[in-house]
């Protein structure tokens, strides 16, 4: 069968390695998404595993439309009651690029529209839609004139990790953070240091990462637990089975902010599980604590959207003399939506990737620190 996994704008490759990893054959890159082919388990298998995906979808049914009321006919005469009884709830999402719906709200409606109205037609009882906790949602995609319906096996974001019981200000997207440490070669043998962790997504991504650790091992509800065909022996035995390829990895995953809030913050998440035991947690003010040779740094510093900052060309400026003073033979990436900002490093790039954080773009850069000149390296 079909599968289209979401992700984040820039991390489609990356997404793509994680499913051929997973077992998954006729991968094709998408805006935003991966389709690929597998079978039932794969997709249990895609949502417990998968770091760089927000949802996990299968296609149902795509056809072409004229209008909005041929869309609307369309629907009466699609089989809802294949993955909806009248007892359980369900909800729409729904994008469009296209001049024949302007409006995603207003499709994701009249797409709810048609699925009730097929049931009245059929049975007189119509389903009730419950947008937050719905038992069955349906993906709705329109380009143009194609428009494509997918049951969400998600269900909620699967940047969800419920392994957070305290986020700080302006947190990281778990995805983001498992998408930003995938692209940024940290080999796992090198001590990886983050030392403006706020409530330490990075940290723990980080850990999971090392000791493969599967993204949802903390999290139980999934949509297609509540689909037709689900078959509960079929996921058991994806969660024993990679449960069972856990490692523990010596390396030492390091954690500091200067912040008496972000460390409370992380402490908390950390004693929730005891797969977070690589991490050290320390508060430190970064341009006070002292180096660790051939480490892998990544931070995420303010940008001057939603933290302020009151000189921040002059705290990069800092960022970038502390790299060379106390950070000599380590590698050091930099996520910021501040491009001026970032040049005030006083810095030579050594890799540029752009992302988005939400709405904002972002750059994530490498710097090579060496001890004596880079030439002599």
Not at 31 to 37: E, F, G, I, P
Not at 157 to 171: I, T
Not at 336 to 351: F, Y
Request: with cysteine; net charge neutral; glycine share 4%.
């Amino acid at each position: 069968m079909e599968i289209v996994a979401k992700t984040l704008e820039g991390f489609e490759s990356i997404l793509a390695n994680e499913i051929k990893d997973l077992g998954g054959e006729d991968i094709e890159i998408l805006n935003r998404a991966v389709s690929y082919k597998g079978d039932l388990k794969l997709l249990y298998k895609s949502n417990y595993c998968l770091r760089t995906a927000i949802r996990v979808l299968k296609p149902i049914v795509k056809f072409q439309i004229r209008s909005q009321d041929s869309y609307y006919y369309t629907l009466l005469t699609i089989p809802w009651d294949k993955y909806l009884d009248n007892d359980l709830t369900f909800a729409v999402n729904a994008t469009c690029a296209s001049d024949i719906f302007t409006h995603s709200k207003y499709l994701a409606l009249k797409t709810k529209d048609g699925i009730v109205d097929f049931f009245r037609n059929k049975t007189g009882i119509r389903p009730d839609v419950n947008v937050e906790t719905p038992d069955i949602r349906f993906d709705v995609l329109l380009r143009r004139d194609e428009i494509t319906i997918s049951l969400d096996s998600s269900d909620f974001s699967l940047h969800k990790r419920n392994y957070k019981k305290k986020s700080g200000v302006a947190p990281l997207s778990e995805v983001l953070a498992a998408g930003l440490i995938l692209s940024s070669e940290w080999d796992m043998k090198k001590d990886f240091v983050d030392p403006m962790c706020g409530s330490g997504t990075l940290a723990m991504e980080a850990t999971m990462i090392a000791n493969n650790i599967p993204a949802q091992f903390k999290r139980e509800e999934f949509g297609f637990k509540y689909w037709k065909n689900y078959e509960e022996k079929v996921f058991d035995e994806v969660v024993e089975e990679e449960n069972a390829k856990l490692i523990e990895n010596p390396v030492k995953i390091y954690a500091s902010d200067k912040s008496s809030d972000a460390i409370q913050s992380i402490k908390s998440n950390i004693q929730e599980s005891a797969v977070f035991k690589n991490i050290v947690v320390t508060k430190d003010d970064f341009f006070m604590m002292e180096g660790r040779e051939n480490s892998h740094l990544l931070l995420n510093p303010p940008y001057d959207q939603r933290i302020k900052s009151d000189d921040l060309n002059a705290f990069y400026k800092q960022i970038g003399d502390t790299f060379k003073k106390n950070w000599e033979n380590c590698e050091a990436w930099i996520f910021s939506g501040n491009k001026d900002a970032l040049k005030s490093l006083g810095l030579r790039t050594s890799k540029k990737l752009s992302f988005k954080n939400g709405p904002i773009d972002c750059k994530f850069h490498k710097f090579e620190m060496y001890a004596g000149s880079r030439k002599s390296k």
